[in-house]
């Protein structure tokens, strides 16, 4: 068991989870670059010419990193109050993710690229840098995504109808002689249709084939904006919700948000505002 001075303890504590001090934020930033600089590591890594040339100062690199991050998770542990609270905490998980795939890739090298979940980390920006109000204008997405659930179900419901039946008729149409060897090779060649990929790894050879794929390919550029204007429209109605009515006194026009101070018909004070 590894004892600190409470004096040092408190110190380390402001330092490695406060962001308000000047240290603290500087402590941060410096762990933000680090993680930055460890992702690209193992980005460039996966590449064999780099691989090849630079191997020997990569693995020294990601022994450097391993050491850091393996130094401030076992700080980390040290020095908060409820340690169980901190290893069953999100941070704390991810924290012992970024470090454990090295150790494991001593026994099964393979898994040494599932370090690259440390970019995670960076999740931290949101309180280094103020960043909370993003994650609540976030909640209009969500809302609006929840709003629509109904209706997106609906629509791949259909969607799903449309690709089993596309994919029965091309299996009967052009036949294993022309790729379509089944339905569920025919079904995925519906799926890469109807959403404009179009991989071209399988084919229509037919007339009727073709003319089918042509069908499809209009309903894929209709189907596209369904979604879009599902979500969108439930956007729009989440983010009215969140409005308060000001009545502008001059000209009674309404439906102003709450941040707003000047009618924008007259250019009058809101009452409020």
Same mark, same amino acid.
């Given at each position: 068991m590894i004892f600190i001075d409470d004096k040092i303890?408190?110190?380390?504590?402001?330092?490695?989870f406060e962001t308000d001090t000047r240290a603290g934020k500087a402590f941060d930033i410096l762990l933000i670059v680090t993680i930055l600089c460890?992702?690209?590591l193992i980005?460039?890594?996966?590449?064999?010419?780099?691989?090849?040339s630079y191997g020997m100062v990569i693995a020294f690199l990601g022994w450097v990193f391993i050491i850091i991050f393996t130094t401030e998770y076992i700080l980390r542990l040290l020095v908060v109050e409820s340690k169980i609270r901190y290893l069953l905490s999100f941070f704390g998980i991810i924290d012992l993710l970024a470090i454990m795939p090295v150790f494991f890739a001593l026994v099964?090298?393979?898994? +040494?690229?599932?370090?690259?979940?440390?970019?995670?980390r960076l999740l931290r920006m949101f309180n280094i840098?103020?960043? =909370?109000?993003?994650?609540?204008e976030s909640s209009y997405?969500?809302?609006?995504? +929840?709003?629509? +659930?109904?209706?997106?179900?609906?629509?791949?419901?259909?969607?799903?109808?449309?690709?089993?039946?596309?994919?029965?008729?091309?299996?009967?149409?052009?036949?294993?002689?022309?790729?379509?060897?089944?339905?569920?090779?025919?079904?995925?060649?519906?799926?890469?249709t109807v959403s404009?990929? =179009?991989? =071209?790894?399988?084919?229509?050879?037919?007339?009727?084939?073709?003319?089918?794929?042509?069908?499809?390919?209009?309903?894929?550029?209709?189907?596209?904006?369904?979604?879009?204007?599902i979500i969108s429209h439930e956007l729009a109605n989440t983010s009215k919700?969140?409005?308060?009515?000001?009545?502008?006194?001059?000209c009674s026009a309404r439906a102003y948000s709450l941040d707003d101070s000047f009618c924008s018909k007259c250019g009058s004070r809101l009452e409020g505002g």
């Amino acid at each position: 068991m590894i004892f600190i001075d409470d004096k040092i303890k408190d110190k380390l504590y402001d330092i490695i989870f406060e962001t308000d001090t000047r240290a603290g934020k500087a402590f941060d930033i410096l762990l933000i670059v680090t993680i930055l600089c460890n992702s690209l590591l193992i980005i460039l890594e996966s590449v064999d010419i780099i691989r090849e040339s630079y191997g020997m100062v990569i693995a020294f690199l990601g022994w450097v990193f391993i050491i850091i991050f393996t130094t401030e998770y076992i700080l980390r542990l040290l020095v908060v109050e409820s340690k169980i609270r901190y290893l069953l905490s999100f941070f704390g998980i991810i924290d012992l993710l970024a470090i454990m795939p090295v150790f494991f890739a001593l026994v099964f090298p393979e898994v +040494r690229f599932l370090v690259v979940v440390r970019i995670f980390r960076l999740l931290r920006m949101f309180n280094i840098f103020k960043m =909370g109000r993003y994650i609540d204008e976030s909640s209009y997405l969500l809302n609006a995504l +929840r709003a629509s +659930r109904a209706k997106i179900t609906v629509f791949l419901v259909a969607i799903l109808f449309i690709i089993v039946m596309v994919g029965s008729v091309m299996y009967i149409a052009e036949g294993p002689e022309n790729g379509f060897v089944s339905i569920p090779t025919s079904m995925y060649w519906a799926v890469v249709t109807v959403s404009t990929v =179009g991989y =071209g790894d399988i084919s229509p050879q037919t007339s009727i084939g073709k003319m089918i794929s042509s069908l499809l390919m209009i309903i894929g550029y209709g189907i596209i904006a369904v979604p879009t204007g599902i979500i969108s429209h439930e956007l729009a109605n989440t983010s009215k919700s969140k409005e308060e009515e000001k009545l502008c006194s001059n000209c009674s026009a309404r439906a102003y948000s709450l941040d707003d101070s000047f009618c924008s018909k007259c250019g009058s004070r809101l009452e409020g505002g």
